[in-house]
């Protein structure tokens, strides 16, 4: 179960998903796609920001359950092409790292140090971080318009989205994926939602919500990332330590 739970994790972080039936989801709104595309056009002007991540994941299989809870944060400087991520999982604490085409992340003890992959070259260095991969994923998708909604008190317009299996499939990070196959018929009853400001056209926070069944087990899990400090000077520094001989075959005792 633990593996199911790790595809989850792995599609909700990545990719994010959007309602994935048998049935074709309808056409998009029009104001929908406005707002898509004007929150790429202004993102795509955006030299920094930061996110706050949290996520639930519950796995069963009719005889045991297993909730695991994930909470992080980061900091982007995409002029800088530099990125920077905590995340905690029950006991763990993990820091990973980007530098230019380098991603860089901790690997626990007694092993210690970095384990290091290349970042694609084939696609614009900002789409692999967390705001600019949920933009893709509404660019690339059908998207509807949900009117205002008031979030944390502040007005926001809200947009959601039912991306296909190919294109979350488009999405997912193969080196972290491993040899896990995400199969057409695993992914069930997934949502998107997008706030937007409606002053700057800036996302502010963003949920996804999926379900995967995998040989007789479930597992669902909801991640809220929230976006803030747009443009704000973004220094990341990147401990020395990162680089000393990283680990080219990832983590030593990683499945």
Not at 103 to 130: H, I, K, L
Not at 164 to 190: F, K
Request: charged content about 25%.
């Amino acid at each position: 179960m633990r593996r199911l739970v790790l595809a989850v994790c792995i599609v909700s972080l990545l990719a994010g998903c959007g309602t994935f039936l048998g049935d074709s989801p309808p056409p998009s709104d029009e104001r929908a796609v406005a707002a898509v595309e004007e929150a790429n056009s202004t993102v795509a002007a955006v030299k920094a920001y930061r996110y706050e991540m949290e996520m639930r994941v519950t796995a069963s299989d009719g005889e045991q359950s297993w909730t695991v809870r994930v909470d992080g944060d980061g900091a982007v400087n995409v002029s800088a092409k530099r990125m920077q991520a905590t995340t905690r999982m029950q006991d763990q604490t993990i820091e990973s790292y980007v530098d230019g085409y380098k991603a860089y992340q901790g690997c626990q003890d007694p092993w210690g140090g970095y384990a290091v992959e290349n970042v694609s070259r084939s696609d614009p260095w900002a789409t692999a971080t967390p705001l600019h991969r949920q933009l893709l994923l509404f660019e690339r998708s059908n998207v509807y318009w949900r009117g205002n909604e008031t979030l944390d008190g502040n007005r926001t317009v809200l947009v959601t989205a039912s991306p296909s299996a190919e294109t979350i499939e488009s999405l997912m990070d193969r080196r972290q994926a491993g040899d896990m196959e995400l199969r057409r018929g695993s992914l069930e009853n997934a949502t998107a939602q997008l706030w937007l400001d409606p002053e700057t056209n800036r996302p502010v926070q963003s949920e996804l919500r999926i379900q995967i069944s995998q040989r007789g087990a479930t597992a669902t899990a909801t991640i809220t990332v929230q976006y803030s400090e747009y443009g704000d000077p973004t220094a990341i520094s990147i401990p020395p330590e990162v680089y000393d001989d990283p680990h080219e075959l990832g983590c030593p005792g990683a499945s």
